[in-house]
């Protein structure tokens, strides 16, 4: 049996303004190791609320979440970016560069942050990561200077960085045309023949399909597990 | 301890938006600027009047105040007192004083003995009447040992014309302030005639003028040895009213003096007591310059703290995306935090370079013609204490101002940025 990687209990999660709204009802679910996990359901359906709670960034929670079997919730604030730095990778819809820097600055910055390695070791594994994604060529560009779907692809490699035990996507299609869709879609395929984890939020059926498994959502309750 | 990381965000952050970091860092600079040429010109001003004051001060002045002292009364032999009468006397005057002090050569021998002491130059003086026609104008006339004399106030620096040693070669020789020589219309080599208050009168030659710059000394003053002072006032060659010192250490004087007055008996003045009013205005003249130089770092920090906020509210994606990256909240205030410091050390150190270049212009310039004041410039001090605290003045400034925005920053929510 493979490994668990990501295991959540009991997820509860409320929003207060402008009214209390009970948003996650006792969500519980777990990722094995290697596991493609797309997470759909309407807008309003909890589903991006959910991923921010797996990722740690949201940290107003009721439950527990274990990530590569360390207990997330609840660790304080310096570890927890620590532990985010190092095993989970993020990609969100919109793109989300820092447009002052190069695209190869944008790779590099989780991996000087995390600071294992030597500077010239990082900027060869970045400018790896960007050949992958058919980028090297941008890699000393501004990354605002880029268009959407090689922002995108710039950010994949970005979340590639630091080799994550899990790869975290918030509709990483959902602001591109088809043509980029499709080129995400065959990189994210790639991933997973790579064997990585990957959880991504998406309300594209096609992109769902070629997942392992689908979390349908609906008013903050897991439907389906199939 | 700064990661090179967040070192090289910063970087990019200040290089990205080059005129707002110059803006910002030309309010510092200014504050600074004016806060060193200020600083400068006001201490180089107080430094001015405190040599002023100092060159015709002594560090300690000993002298024999007379005390109104009515505890014995001739009254009681003259109105047959008796225990039950009262006897009340308005204005009461006393009989006689002597305002010399007793047994002034044993003193002055005491006192050279001591090693803290440099130079005792005693004097007698008096308020004498000098005859210019039917015109009778007043001065001080002191007289002094001329050499102990010049080496306590450096007369020899002063003399407009002849020398101070001329007193002992010639006899009943004088040296008189070269405005009051002018309103008695005499020169070196003329004769001037001195009236005693006992009505006793000599004359003088001029042999030497000075010009200390200051009118108290310039025209109501004059220079005779001590043995013509002390015939000229009819007495005797031991009647000495004040001995003034010297000290190796200026400072000292204040702890010195009541010491002397002590073990002497009478009183002891040191210089800082004496010129309370000098050091009062040196002090208001010091707070004037910090006030008014806090305002204007106040404001070149309330520039910053705006341009930071500025910068920060642009930056919501940026802080947002970092956090997500795994920097942590202490992360993003080393960011933003060393932004404003960044632009505090540059600003100062700018600051710092212009104030030097000011008031070294201003010490360049001529003073004002000014026939009571000798100076030819304006007095500037380029004190590197100044610019020390001009330094952290400004780092201080720019990093409270900068530490509120980073500190908003630190604790912008990731989610409500990322999910839009």
């Known amino acids: 049996m493979s490994q668990q990687v990501l295991k959540a209990e009991k997820l509860n999660k409320y929003f207060h303004e402008p009214d209390t709204i009970h948003v996650l009802h006792d969500i519980s679910m777990s990722v094995e190791e290697g596991e493609f996990v797309s997470i759909m359901g309407k807008s309003g359906s909890g589903k991006s609320t959910l991923l921010y709670l797996l990722s740690t960034l949201d940290t107003q929670y009721e439950g527990t979440v274990d990530i590569n079997g360390t207990r997330v919730t609840g660790l304080p604030e310096n570890a927890m970016a620590r532990f985010r730095n190092e095993y989970i990778g993020f990609v969100f819809q919109f793109h989300f560069l820092l447009p002052e820097f190069t695209a190869l600055e944008n790779v590099m910055l989780p991996a000087l942050k995390l600071g294992k390695r030597d500077h010239g070791a990082i900027e060869q594994q970045a400018m790896e990561k960007l050949r992958k994604m058919d980028l090297h060529q941008y890699a000393h560009k501004l990354s605002g200077k880029l268009s959407g779907g090689q922002q995108q692809r710039v950010a994949i490699a970005r979340a590639l960085i630091n080799d994550p035990r899990i790869i975290m996507a918030d509709e990483p299609t959902g602001n591109l045309d088809s043509a980029n869709t499709a080129n995400i879609f065959d990189i994210f395929n790639g991933l997973v023949q790579d064997g990585n984890t990957i959880i991504v939020v998406t309300h594209d059926h096609d992109f769902a399909r070629k997942s392992t498994r689908i979390l349908e959502m609906a008013d903050g309750r897991i439907c389906t597990n199939g | 301890m700064m990661l090179p990381v967040n070192w090289k965000i910063m970087k990019v952050h200040l290089l990205s938006r080059k005129r707002q970091t110059i803006v910002a860092m030309l309010g510092v600079t200014f504050g600074i600027g004016m806060f060193i040429l200020m600083m400068s010109f006001m201490k180089g001003m107080n430094d001015f009047f405190e040599d002023i004051m100092l060159s015709v001060t002594p560090d300690i002045r000993i002298y024999n105040d007379y005390k109104t002292d009515y505890s014995s009364s001739v ?346």
């Open chain 2, 75 to 420: 009254t009681g032999q003259y109105l047959g007192a008796r225990p039950k009468n009262w006897i009340i006397v308005r204005h009461p005057r006393p009989r006689q004083i002597n305002l010399n002090l007793k047994n002034a050569p044993g003193i002055i021998e005491d006192l050279r003995k001591q090693n803290e002491i440099q130079v005792v130059s005693p004097l007698v003086s008096a308020q004498v009447l000098f005859n210019y026609g039917p015109v009778q104008l007043s001065a001080l006339l002191d007289g002094v040992d001329i050499r102990e004399e010049d080496r306590l106030f450096g007369l020899s620096d002063k003399m407009a014309s002849g020398r101070p040693e001329n007193l002992l070669t010639s006899d009943n020789g004088i040296l008189l302030g070269y405005k009051l020589a002018k309103k008695l219309n005499v020169r070196t080599g003329d004769l001037v005639t001195a009236t005693a208050p006992s009505g006793i009168q000599l004359r003088f030659r001029v042999v030497g003028l000075y010009k200390f710059g200051i009118a108290t000394m310039d025209e109501f003053k004059a220079y005779v040895s001590l043995t013509d002072m002390q015939q000229l006032l009819g007495k005797s060659r031991d009647y000495i009213t004040d001995i003034r010192l010297k000290l190796k250490d200026m400072k000292q004087a204040a702890v010195k003096a009541p010491a002397l007055a002590k073990r002497y008996g009478y009183k002891a003045d040191d210089w800082e007591t004496v010129n309370a009013s000098i050091k009062a205005g040196n002090l208001i003249r010091d707070t004037f310059t910090y006030v008014l130089n806090f305002t204007l770092l106040l404001i070149a920090g309330f520039g910053i703290y705006n341009i930071m906020n500025m910068v920060i509210l642009g930056k919501l994606k940026d802080i947002a995306i970092l956090k997500a990256e795994g920097f942590a909240r202490k992360d993003i205030v080393q960011i933003f935090l060393s932004q404003s410091l960044i632009i505090g050390l540059i600003g100062s150190v700018a600051g710092l370079l212009l104030g030097f270049l000011l008031s070294y212009s201003l010490s360049k310039v001529p003073w004002p013609e000014d026939e009571y004041i000798v100076i030819k410039r304006f007095p500037v001090n380029f004190d590197t204490l100044y610019y020390m605290v001009g330094l952290i003045f400004g780092l201080l400034t720019t990093g409270i101002a900068g530490l509120l925005p980073a500190l908003k920053a630190s604790r912008v929510d990731p989610v409500a940025i990322l999910r839009g």
